[in-house]
């Protein structure tokens, strides 16, 4: 028979071993943005783009938070002319200001599963004139000195992934169509698993008290 004292070592390395493998959860997010040369071809120009944002996540995780900054700061999101729906079983919260022209588009989610996505319409203007017609391929990258649009993606329990956008992405062409495709994918921390490890060590120091 084990006595305490090996009983709780046990205990402990299987506690350790348990929070060594799900310490952390694979996941993955992709945001397509596609936009046409001509109004009426896909619904959308290369003005007022189409988003897509897909929750690929091997894991149960949904996405909480979606983040975008303009890049190009001479230029703004528009949110008036911009088109953020209630999707499926999603709720959708705008955390990017009350203000018609914003610099960031912050968007947070309830209900977004893995294998679902999000699709919404993003309208870019110049600051300097109303309504200007703007190409979002030299507004978030492509863009001369002006620094490339970052964008991040929140999972349940607080993990992050986020991407700076590569100076010239290859688009796939169909046409007068252009998309692009932007693939986050990483690990990021299980809700809980501190909670787990902690009571690990509680039991633990409690048998070695009654040891």
């Not at 944002?53 to 303009?70: C, E």
């Not at 729906?85 to 919260?93: A, C, E, F, L, V």
């Not at 200001?97 to 914003?102: A, F, K, P, Q």
């Amino acid at each position: 028979m084990f006595n305490n004292m090996t009983k709780s070592l046990l205990g402990l390395g299987l506690t350790l071993a348990v929070f060594g493998t799900a310490q952390a959860y694979p996941v993955s997010a992709q945001l397509e943005i596609t936009g046409s040369s001509e109004v009426g071809i896909t619904g959308h120009t290369l003005n007022v783009s189409g988003w897509t944002l897909s929750n690929l996540a091997s894991s149960s995780l949904d996405i909480i938070g979606f983040d975008f900054t303009i890049g190009d700061t001479t230029r703004h999101f528009d949110n008036k002319d911009s088109t953020y729906p209630t999707s499926g079983n999603k709720t959708i919260t705008l955390n990017s200001g009350s203000t018609d022209r914003v610099d960031n588009i912050s968007l947070s989610f309830s209900g977004f599963n893995r294998t679902e996505a999000y699709l919404f319409a993003v309208d870019i203007d110049s600051d300097s004139l109303f309504n200007q017609w703007e190409a979002f391929n030299t507004v978030l990258f492509n863009n001369g000195s002006a620094a490339n649009s970052v964008f991040k993606v929140t999972f349940a329990g607080g993990g992050i992934l986020s991407m700076t956008l590569p100076e010239t992405p290859v688009a796939v062409v169909n046409g007068k169509i252009s998309t692009y495709t932007f693939t986050l994918t990483g690990e990021v921390p299980v809700p809980g698993t501190l909670l787990l490890l902690a009571a690990g060590m509680i039991g633990f120091r409690t048998r070695l008290l009654k040891a």
